[in-house]
């Protein structure tokens, strides 16, 4: 079973930046690069939403965000190190919440998050 170990939050001022990074462990070269990964966030009292996704190698890596994020979110990732990373930059308030990593289409286990607290 994949475990997804998330890091790299924290508490940051609006228009701040940090960079979040999952690590998956038990999962093999093959099987994490054939799979999208995303970054999901539930803040409070809220619905866990998927903010980016990036394909498989097959798909050319390809990368999706959601519209509250565009242009101020970049997610990447190394299958080599089976990580998963997500540069915010511009953060604002209402991107506090907490962060998590999954695969969108084949989902695992949720790990415990990283907290990301913007404060104004």
């Known amino acids: 079973q994949v475990q997804l170990v998330e890091s790299g939050g924290g508490l940051v001022q609006a228009g701040g930046s940090l960079r979040l990074s999952c690590a998956a462990s038990?999962?093999?070269?093959?099987?994490?690069?054939?799979?999208?990964i995303g970054w999901y966030r539930q803040a409070p009292g809220k619905q866990r939403e998927l903010v980016a996704s990036v394909g498989s190698v097959r798909a050319g890596g390809s990368t999706n965000y959601a519209d509250s994020v565009k242009g101020r979110f970049t997610i990447s990732r190394d299958n080599a190190k089976r990580t998963v990373y997500l540069q915010m930059n511009s953060l604002k308030p209402e991107d506090t919440a907490v962060y998590y990593c999954n695969f969108p289409y084949t989902m695992t286990n949720w790990g415990q998050g990283t907290q990301v607290t913007v404060s104004s």
């Open positions: 038990g999962s093999t070269f093959s099987t994490f690069s054939a799979k999208t």
